[in-house]
């Protein structure tokens, strides 16, 4: 058989040339499914009328398009001038375009069309009236075809059986021509966990979101390596077939495939049992292809002991946590969507058979990559689209695609959505419509004060539906189009979120009784519309969640109404002085109304009994907090640069759970209420609270209180019960004598602007959780305790601007260190001596310290890149152990005033600024 080159880029897999009137109905159809179902792209001719006598152009374009050409010769092929011409036209491809042609021989010999013999010669004898050219045109294709290898059917033991064998030489060629340079690096690590030289039995699963190429790696790894097993098996699309046909129907087909005869099957018992029992000695290759069911591994593939040494079973499938119930984990490889550059080499071989877009839609091309997000189903179907069209009318359908997805598409994501209950559906659709690319826990809030539980957020992420990346939920942009669009259709009106369908709200135009969710988006004028807001929330009694951007421009003074039902409110610049009256916010759990003109919250008291997240921040009306006795399962609440409050209700001290207390900023407020029953309180920010005259006596257990950040100039002392820190930052606190002794546990310090503290406690660094220690400007600090010496987690180090600071530690030991700096300390004259191993450290400052000379155990750090000694005026020598830093890249030494000027063997370093050179 001939074969073409492997880098020709075809918009075919196949074209079928064939007599209809002889095979369509049989032969030709078979050979059609079959070719359809293992995936290959096939042109098949069904509705041409043979009226003329010349061949239409679009089916010579296709022949050229194709990479395969199957001629199924039969007794009357020869008798179809179009038939005929089509056949000179493939002979030629294949001479010209390395085409392959494959011809079958139906019903004919082979020497019947090379030599024109009956009844291919009762065929000619009727075209002596047709141009003689022609005709001897096509008797020499006829010739030539005759001579290609093919297959004879008569030689064939049946129909069946020739259409395997043609199927099975094609689908390799196809595969590794698009495929596999594409998921070529992904096929590696797959191949890499079957390990196919053990002769051990390997489970391996393939995992990802629809259309991302998982079957396609399963195909190419399949016709790669089958050879080399007993018997081999691809079971396509076994979810589908699951419910359509059931288990039995799967077990029937795959005991078929690798026994290679039909066998009974009674029940689905049975069926395991003849698989189990007849591959136990057999070396199998199977794929199962997505899967999406227990059943279907439990009683198909069952345990490793169920086949022969050297056995491989890859599974492919949308549901993570259904794969790793039955493949051990490392065994499992997520399919990863294509990078840009391979994104756009897909599409622009299915958009322009070639590996780059043409010079005039580079542009379009680049658009179209962005819209598929490195999903290789969309670059097909979009690049398929958009073959043989000129530029406006690509440009026509990519601005169609960003309104109207495209068809093919959505119906294969939307696969991705069956099985999903009530609350995972209502999951996944809020996400996809209004919070994509926000913050999990952020979400997580909204969706549980909805009544949501979050176990269905789970579900998503292991259905392939959803991740989790930098702390905020990513949903691939056509997941999220695709639950947008059945929001729109399944669940009309429930969430309202794009400009457009608000604009149609408050106009009227959309019934307002159905909307659950409300997110008006940033640049939406109220006043646009000409009508009263007021008006359409007291129409909205099923809305639950309402959230305006900031730059949401709303001009009325007045919000006179708000549906009760509400759950969560987001509101920035909120525009009156207290929330309506009329609104009963019994079931409201958030409300953020971060830069409101707030007086206050309501003029007369109501009781918020599910409120847990309120926030204040910005509210420079707000001279007093609300009571929070009427929040009793308050969580979170920031009254962040709230600049003109000054008076915190007492019932504050009483919140037992609340977590996170933000009060940064408050520049008005002079005291705080006593902290009674906050045993939950995790995080208080007092930070630029300048005029704080004490910081709050706490009476209760406050064990979990971790993140303080304090600064007033008032402050003289914290209370003992801080036990439970592992992050403080005073900043500013100037009369602030001593830190407490009794905090064993932080990991992080940041002290600025402490001028009465002169050393901290040793007992501070007693423990072994040190991370990071940061001090700035305290002019009374004049040593750091020796047990700062032996921190062995600490990663960070910075003393700068301490002028009385004298002493360090003697010795350091901090295998952890990356980076220490000690920098305008001018009393320092003495640097530590580095005991053990400090290889971590890389950057070490010692700027305008007093420092006179450097130990000789500097020669220690043996992972130093940069050493800074500029403006040491004391310093007189440099030890020769710097020669031992070999990753020593950087030594400054300007305004080094003492050291000589010629530094001798020291200059080697890669960029050494001396000091002479400095000093001019």
């Known amino acids: 058989m001939s074969h073409a080159s492997s880098s020709k880029v075809c918009k075919y897999g196949v074209f079928l040339s064939f007599r209809g009137i002889d095979t369509r109905r049989n032969f030709v159809s078979h050979l059609y499914n079959a070719l359809e179902q293992r995936g290959i792209d096939v042109f098949k001719d069904d509705e041409r009328l043979e009226t003329g006598k010349s061949i239409p152009n679009e089916l010579m374009k296709a022949i050229e398009e194709s990479r395969f050409a199957i001629v199924i010769f039969s ?5 179809s001038r179009w038939c005929l011409e089509e056949l000179a036209h493939i002979i030629k491809c294949r001479n010209e375009l390395d085409q392959i042609v494959i011809p079958i021989f139906y019903d004919v010999s082979p020497s019947d069309v090379s030599h024109q013999n009956s009844p291919f010669a009762e065929s000619f004898s009727k075209y002596k009236d047709d141009e003689l050219e022609k005709v001897q045109r096509w008797r020499e294709a006829c010739k030539e075809a005759g001579k290609i290898s093919g297959y004879h059917l008569q030689e064939c033991k049946d129909e069946a059986n020739c259409i395997k064998k043609v199927v099975d030489h094609i689908l390799p060629n196809i595969i590794s021509t698009v495929s596999e340079s594409l998921v070529g690096t992904q096929i590696e690590k797959v191949i890499s966990l079957l390990h196919m030289k053990s002769d051990d039995v390997y489970f391996v699963g393939l995992w990802g979101m629809s259309g ?62 003849i698989i189990k029992n007849g591959l136990r000695w057999k070396k199998v290759l199977l794929v199962l292809d997505n899967i999406d069911h227990l059943s279907q591994l439990e009683l198909i593939v069952g345990g490793t002991e169920w086949f022969g040494r050297g056995s491989r079973i890859l599974i492919t499938t949308r549901d993570k946590h259904l794969i790793v119930s039955h493949v051990k984990e490392d065994k499992v ?14 599409f622009c071989m299915h958009a322009f058979k070639r590996k780059s877009p043409e010079r005039d839609f580079k542009v379009l091309s680049n658009e179209v990559v962005k819209y598929a997000d490195g999903l290789p189903l969309a670059l097909k179907v979009l690049g398929s689209s958009l073959y043989g069209r000129n530029k406006e009318q690509c440009r026509d359908i990519i601005d169609r695609l960003k309104r109207i997805p495209n068809d093919d598409i959505l119906g294969k994501l939307k696969i991705g959505l069956d099985g999903l209950n009530n609350d995972e559906m209502r999951t996944f659709l809020d996400i996809a419509c209004l919070y994509n690319h926000e913050y999990s826990y952020y979400v997580e809030r909204i969706l549980k004060s909805c009544g949501i539980h979050l176990i269905g957020i789970s579900y998503l992420i292991e259905k392939s539906l959803l991740c989790i990346r930098y702390h905020s939920f990513e949903m691939h942009s056509l997941i999220s189009q695709t639950g947008q669009n059945v929001s729109r259709e399944e669940y009309a009106n429930s969430r309202v979120w794009l400009i457009e369908e608000v604009h149609d709200l408050f106009a009227g135009k959309l019934k307002t009784k159905k909307v659950e969710s409300l997110r008006i988006p940033n640049g939406y004028r109220f006043d646009d519309d000409h009508i009263n807001y007021n008006k359409v929330f007291k129409r909205m009694q099923c809305l639950q969640v309402l959230i305006l951007h900031r730059r949401t421009i709303c001009s009325e003074s007045t919000v006179t109404c708000l549906p009760s039902n509400l759950r969560w409110i987001e509101w920035p610049n909120y525009p009156s002085s207290s929330l309506p009256e009329g609104f009963e916010p019994s079931q409201l759990v958030g409300l953020c109304l971060r830069g409101s003109w707030l007086v206050e919250l309501w003029p007369i008291p109501k009781k918020l009994c599910n409120l847990k997240y309120l926030n204040l921040s910005e509210s420079l009306g707000l001279t007093k907090t609300p009571n929070f006795g009427d929040m009793p399962n308050l969580e979170t609440l920031s009254l962040r640069r709230c600049e003109n409050l000054e008076v915190v209700h007492p019932y504050l001290g009483h919140c037992k759970m609340l977590t996170y207390l933000s009060l940064t900023g408050c520049v008005k407020l002079k005291k705080l209420p006593k902290f009674v029953c906050m045993e939950s309180l995790e995080i208080l920010l007092l930070d630029e609270c300048t005029s704080l005259k004490r910081f709050p006596k706490i009476c209760g257990d406050m064990r979990r209180l971790s993140i303080l950040y304090v600064e007033s100039p008032w402050i003289r002392s914290l209370p003992p019960s801080l036990s439970g820190l592992s992050r403080l930052k005073l900043k500013g606190c100037e009369v602030l004598e001593s830190i407490p002794d009794s905090i064993l546990n932080l990991e992080r310090l940041h002290i600025s602007g402490c001028n009465k503290l002169t050393t901290l406690p040793n007992s501070l660094f007693e423990s072994q959780q040190w991370i990071f220690l940061y001090i700035y400007r305290c002019s ?8 700062l010496g032996v921190q062995k987690k600490l990663g960070f180090l910075s003393v700068e601007e301490c002028e009385n600071l004298t002493k360090l530690p003697s010795s350091i030991q901090m295998e952890s260190l990356t980076e220490l700096k000690i920098s305008n300390c001018p009393k320092l004259t003495t640097f530590p001596e580095i005991i053990g191993d400090m290889h971590c450290l890389k950057s070490l400052t010692l700027e305008s310290t007093g420092i006179r000379e450097l130990p000789l155990s500097i ?57 002479r050179r400095s000093s001019k």
């Open 75 to 79: 007794e009357s092929y020869a008798s």
């Open 212 to 273: 991302i190429g998982k079957t396609e790696i399963a195909s190419v790894i399949y016709e790669r390596y089958r050879h080399q097993f007993e018997a081999y098996c691809f079971l396509g699309d076994v979810g589908e077939m699951y419910r359509k046909k059931g288990l039995r129907w799967l077990q029937k087909t795959l005991i078929c495939k690798l026994f290679g005869k039909k066998m009974i099957v009674t029940s689905e018992h049975d069926g395991t049992t």
């Open 333 to 346: 490889y997520e399919v990863l969507l294509l990078s840009e550059n391979e994104a756009l080499e897909l």
């Open 780 to 787: 009374g600090l004049v040593e750091l305790p020796v047990s």
């Open 859 to 915: 020669g220690n750090l043996s992972g130093l890149e940069y050493l800074n000694l500029k403006g040491c005026e004391d310093l007189v020598s440099l030890s020769n152990s710097l020669c031992k830093l070999k990753n020593l890249q950087r030594l400054i030494l300007r305004g080094c005033k003492k050291l000589p000027g010629n530094v001798g063997d020291l200059q080697e370093f890669e960029t050494l600024e001396e000091p």
